[in-house]
C-alpha cells in the first residue's frame, strides 16, 4: 500500500524553527514532484511548497518564501521541509503530497503532522 | 494572483444530486482537480483534469469546466459524501498551487 507518512510535528514558540519530515513508502517517490500542503484549525487548504523529482524546481508560497525551505532526499525516499521564524498563524496540520509535475494532481497525500505555535 | 472560489456550504437530502461549483478567471484553460476531505482524515482526489474520476471514486462522482467555472456534480449522494471538497488547480502565471477555500458538502 502506497504510504507517505510525515513527522517532526509539535509545540515551538513564535520565532522557533522545526523540521518536518516526509517518509515514503511503496511508491515511486523518485518519480513524484512532492509538494507540502497545510489546513489551519478549521480553515482550507494552503499550498506551501513544492519541489520537482530532481529537485531542480522549487517554489513557495508568497507567504513562506524566505523561511521556509524544502528539500528531498531520493536515496532514502524522503521529503522535508524546514520551516524557521515560525509564526501563531503557521499553526496547522501539515501534508505531504505527491504527484506527476505541477498541473497534474496530488494523488497521494499523508496522514499530516500538526505544528502549534504559541507561547 | 489567481483566486478559486467556492460556496462555503451546499446542503442535499440522500438520493438527489449536489453540485458544488468553482470559480476562477478563464477556469476553463486550466486542468482543475478536486479533492474530499471527510473530517478527521487527509484529503484524498476525488476528480482530476476536470473530469476524470481516480480508480476507487463512484461513478457518481463527475465533473465539467466551461468559461470561469468548474463544477463538481455528485449524484444520488449518499450519507458518505458528507465531507468538504476543494477544487485546486495550478497557476503558471505565479508557479503556485492554488486551492478553492472549500465548500463542506451536508447530506440532510
Known amino acids: 500500500e502506497v504510504q507517505l507518512v510525515e513527522s517532526g510535528g509539535g509545540l515551538i514558540k513564535p520565532g522557533g524553527s522545526l523540521r518536518l519530515s516526509c517518509s515514503a513508502s511503496?511508491?515511486?517517490?523518485?518519480?513524484?514532484?512532492m509538494n507540502w500542503v497545510r489546513q489551519a484549525p478549521g480553515k482550507g487548504l494552503e499550498w506551501v511548497s513544492s519541489?520537482?523529482?530532481?529537485?531542480?524546481?522549487?517554489y513557495y508560497a508568497d507567504s513562506m518564501k524566505g523561511r521556509f525551505t524544502i528539500s528531498r532526499d531520493n536515496a532514502k525516499n524522503s521529503l522535508f521541509l524546514q520551516m524557521n521564524s515560525l509564526r501563531a498563524d503557521d499553526t496547522a496540520v501539515y501534508y505531504c503530497a505527491g504527484g506527476i509535475g505541477n498541473f497534474n494532481p496530488l494523488e497521494v497525500w499523508g496522514q499530516g503532522t500538526t505544528v502549534t505555535v504559541s507561547s | 494572483s489567481y483566486v478559486l472560489t467556492q460556496p462555503p456550504s451546499v446542503s442535499v437530502a440522500p438520493g438527489q444530486t449536489a453540485t458544488i461549483t468553482c470559480g476562477g478567471n478563464n477556469i476553463q484553460n486550466k486542468r482543475v482537480h478536486w479533492y474530499q476531505q471527510r473530517p478527521g482524515q487527509a484529503p484524498v482526489l476525488a476528480l482530476y483534469?476536470?473530469?476524470d474520476r481516480p480508480s476507487g471514486i463512484p461513478e457518481r462522482f463527475s465533473g465539467s469546466t466551461s468559461g470561469h467555472t468548474a463544477t463538481l456534480t455528485i449524484s444520488r449522494v449518499e450519507a458518505e459524501d458528507e465531507a468538504a471538497y476543494f477544487c485546486?488547480?495550478?497557476?503558471?502565471?505565479?508557479?503556485?498551487?492554488?486551492f478553492g477555500g472549500g465548500t463542506k458538502l451536508t447530506v440532510l
Open positions: 519541489i520537482s523529482s530532481s529537485s531542480n524546481y522549487i
Open positions: 511503496e511508491f515511486s517517490f523518485t518519480n513524484y514532484s
Open positions: 485546486q488547480v495550478w497557476d503558471m502565471t505565479t508557479d503556485h498551487r492554488v
Open positions: 483534469n476536470g473530469s
